[in-house]
Structure formats: C-alpha cells, structure tokens
C-alpha cells in the first residue's frame, strides 16, 4: 500500500544562534506546522510556518546575568527528497526512514534587545529521521539550519547594515497522511469492534520560560519537566485522562 500523497506535520523543539556568546547559551524554542504533498516515491513539496525564540544578547549586570530574546515568525517552503523512496520505502507499513529537503525563507524578527523590528529572508536546509508510530502516522526528528540575511539599523550609527544570521532548529514532531477511501473504509469496522478500555502515559521533555528579558543569578540551564497520566477510552474518539 503506498503512503497517502497529502500530508500535514506538527513539531516543536530548540532553537539555538550562532553568537559571540555561544550557541548553546541561545537556547530558545521553535514551534513548526506543515502541509505537504508526495509528488511521487522520490520528492515531495511542503509549506507552512514557523514561530520561534532565542537570546540573542548576555551580560552581567551588578552581579546577575541579564539575557534578551529575539522572536521569529516565517513561512517556510521546502523540496523534499526521500533517497529510500526508489527502493520502495515510502509506505505506512515502512518501519522508518529519512529524507533530505532545502527551501527558502521569509519571515519577520522582533528583537529585545534596543534594535527596531526587521524582515529577513533566505534558505534553509536540514535532514528528517522518521519512524512508523501507526499507519499513517509517524513520529520524526528534524535537525533544520536557516541561513537568514536582512537590513538592519546599526544601534550607534543609526545607518543600515546588511546582516546575516545563522539558525540551528531541532525538532520533534508528529506527521499525519491524509487515508484513502478504502484505510477510511478499513478503520470505520474496526470502530465498530471498539471496546472500552484503560490506558497509562508517561512522558518526559525539556522546560524552558520564554521572556523577553530576564536577569537572575543562576545559570539558565534547560529544565526537565515530566507527567504521569491515567485515563479511560470511552469510544474511538473520545476519552477522559487525569495527570
């Protein structure tokens, strides 16, 4: 069975800089959601937007650290290559695979850190891991480095400067194919054998407050967070979960 052409994908994950202060030490968060199309087992094409976050300024001031965030809003339109396609793997009974894409990028960047706002533009390129949670849904890892160029008004001269930037995204998120007529078919019978039932979830991720400034003595490391859930399927579509 070939994999459903259509395609939508939601992600999210760190965002880190290339600056004079570190690139670990910009952490921040990226939030991405797509559609796409397979155009044959081989490429693919897809389009969405991305909302992301990280510091782009560190200082100590009387004894404690201060950092200023910059937030970036863009679209984004990708050319995908899947290289495991001319073999075939490009199905939801495929266990996993990976592809390779590059597109552009337009987008808006709002600073927190004296600069007025700008707009920018450029490419992008990155490489997606993805591995077969279900037909017609798979859980994928995406490391995505933009390469992004503006104007910007230099903040002691007040004359425009051309800028380049350097973006490092890892993402994790969720892509769902669209079902064809006879999958819709397959899982309406198997609803209609659907039988309650209890479930557990456990979970476990990185904490990380988004601010435009902030100033405190520690050291601003990522922080972990988890969660424990219990619930109750009450029908193919509907449940009740406690945490």
Sequence with gaps: TKMSPFFVELATGLQFQDLNFGAISTKGGSYAAYVGKWLSDGFGVRGGVNASFNRVRSAVVDGYSQYNDAGYLDGRFDLLANPLGFLGVNSPKSWGGFHLFGGIVYGHAQPYDGRTDYGYSGYNTGLQGWLRLQDNMQLFLEPRVPFISSEQENVHTQVKEEVHETLYNLNLGVRLNYSTWDER???????????????????GGLAYTAMRQCTYGGNGDLDFSGRLSAG??????HALRAN
Aim: hydrophobic share 40%; aromatic share 24%; glycine share 0%.
């Design 185 to 203: 078919k397959a899982r309406y019978l198997r609803n209609t054998l659907f039988q309650p039932e209890f479930f557990v979830q456990a979970a």
């Design 232 to 237: 109750y399927r009450l029908n193919p579509y």
